[in-house]
């Protein structure tokens, strides 16, 4: 059966995991690129113009941060700077000691510090609280005399609840501890002033405020001494080796001033956005849950909301065969999809963990695209029909892929079928508007057999 291409609106609601490169910022980038490719650490004037570029990035940096140039160093992005934490003070302290952090902190955190706990380290994991806030006597209850490193994000990227960062800084302080705030997701959306938080470490990233992928920032206010990640060269103090990426770091700190400037009106922006679309969702949904802090302590652009009686990976495929791009918290594994650790965290049930999305806004994000996302979700929300399910390629078995009660929709792009191999016996279908088939797909099936199953092969959409 041949369809005519349809065209379909393209809305994007996931901000939190990556934003569109501005005009302007994708113009410097470029222009950077072509016309001062010098290496910054060269003596010559092509290298002395690309220092010059790379000194005014980072004044662009410390202003959005209220810091001084000195205390900003470049590295590749935010898991870079959050490893860098982590693991630097770490080895500083001699292979042990003890660190506090959340368990809704995002992995890149949670990860090194598993890395260090395999190597000696004792971690602490605090819960949060069901509006998604770490409570701060919970961090002083947990210091220790041994503990070496507190570390605590600024605002959380799956619910956007903001941390009482100000108040942890002054128990850290207290208690001679350093502290690491993850400013990734509030960086650009909330104003950051490093010596109110009282902060050593602070770390952000150019692509959750229109710039590129693959640079970011590490603040270190040099009162806490740690061992580089990176060597191998005396760049970035001698704290991050590797030649400068002068083109990405100036379209960061284009990045930076343009967020600076527009931080405030963005911020009202995105609230009223925010209340107009939830006010028409709790009519539409009268039992959806939200997962948020209290407005004065929540990004407005982040809503992370549960569905009940639905599963979030079901949503996020539906709404994406409509053109509306949002994501999950959960993990899919070979046998199961896994719950948002950040959820779970909250103490949120796993079930209802199951049954969330997070829709994010951003600078691009305007009434036009939440009503495009209200007209398609009722019919995201009615269901797929009678024995369709969304997998990942992971979950086809070879019991799935040989039976004959089993009919497969491939799903994804032309170049992943390309880069991976087509999926045997499955027809290679666009996910643009997959409804105009349920008629196709239920012919084939009352031709197989009463009660298969359909089996849509769906690619996974994380946050980041």
Not at 47 to 53: C, F, H, L, N, V
Request: charged share 20%; proline share 5%; net charge positive.
């Amino acid at each position: 059966m041949k369809h005519a291409l349809t065209w379909v609106r393209k809305v994007y609601l996931d901000h939190a995991a990556t934003t569109p490169i501005l005009p302007a910022v994708r113009k410097e980038l470029a222009k950077i690129a072509a016309k001062a490719f010098g290496n910054a650490a060269s003596l010559h004037s092509r290298g002395r113009q690309a220092r010059g570029i790379v000194d005014q990035a980072r004044r662009s940096v410390a202003d959005l941060l209220g810091c001084h140039p000195e205390r900003i160093l470049f590295v590749s992005g935010g898991t870079e700077a959050n490893n860098a934490v982590v693991k630097g003070v770490f080895l500083q302290a001699g292979g042990k000691g003890h660190i506090i952090t959340s368990s809704i902190e995002h992995e890149s955190v949670l990860g090194a510090c598993r890395q260090v706990e395999r190597l000696g380290a004792r971690v602490t994991r605090l819960s949060a609280e069901r509006d998604g806030r770490v409570r701060p006597d919970h961090v002083k209850a947990a210091l220790r005399p041994d503990t070496i490193l507190i570390s605590v994000m600024h605002a959380n990227n799956e619910t956007g609840a903001i941390q009482p960062v100000n108040a942890i800084g002054a128990i850290a302080r207290d208690a001679g501890v350093p502290l690491h705030v993850d400013a990734v997701q509030s960086a650009g959306k909330i104003p950051i002033h490093v010596d109110e938080i009282g902060c050593e470490f602070l770390t952000l990233s150019a692509h959750k405020i229109n710039g590129p992928k693959g640079v970011g920032a590490l603040f270190w206010r040099g009162g806490a001494a740690w061992q580089p990640l990176v060597y191998g060269g005396d760049q970035e103090q001698g704290m991050r080796a590797g030649t400068e990426a002068v083109h990405q770091i100036a379209a960061f700190g284009l990045a930076c001033c343009l967020a600076t400037q527009r931080m405030d009106t963005e911020y009202k922006r995105l609230a009223a956005l925010r209340e107009r679309l939830l006010k028409q969702l709790r009519v539409m949904v009268p039992d959806l849950v939200i997962h948020e802090a209290e407005p004065d302590e929540q990004l407005p652009g982040t809503l992370n909301l549960a569905f009940p009686g639905h599963q979030g990976i079901h949503l996020l495929a539906g709404l994406d065969c409509h053109g509306v791009a949002v994501s999950i918290g959960s993990a899919c594994t070979a046998d199961r999809i896994e719950p948002s650790h950040v959820l779970l965290g909250m103490g949120v049930s796993e079930r209802e963990a199951l049954s969330s999305i997070r829709v994010s806004m951003g600078t691009t994000t305007n009434w036009s695209d939440l009503a495009h996302f209200l007209r398609v979700l009722p019919n995201v929300l009615r269901g797929l029909p009678q024995g369709l399910a969304f997998l990942d390629p992971q979950h086809l078995t070879e019991a799935r892929l040989q039976s004959a009660d089993s009919f497969m929709v491939d799903m994804r792009f032309a170049y992943e079928r390309l880069l991976s191999g087509p999926i045997k016996g499955s027809a290679p279908w666009s996910p643009i508007h997959i409804d105009r088939h349920f008629k196709a797909i239920r012919y084939q099936l009352l031709r197989r057999s009463r009660g298969s199953r359909v089996s849509l092969s769906h690619r996974r959409r994380m946050p980041g």
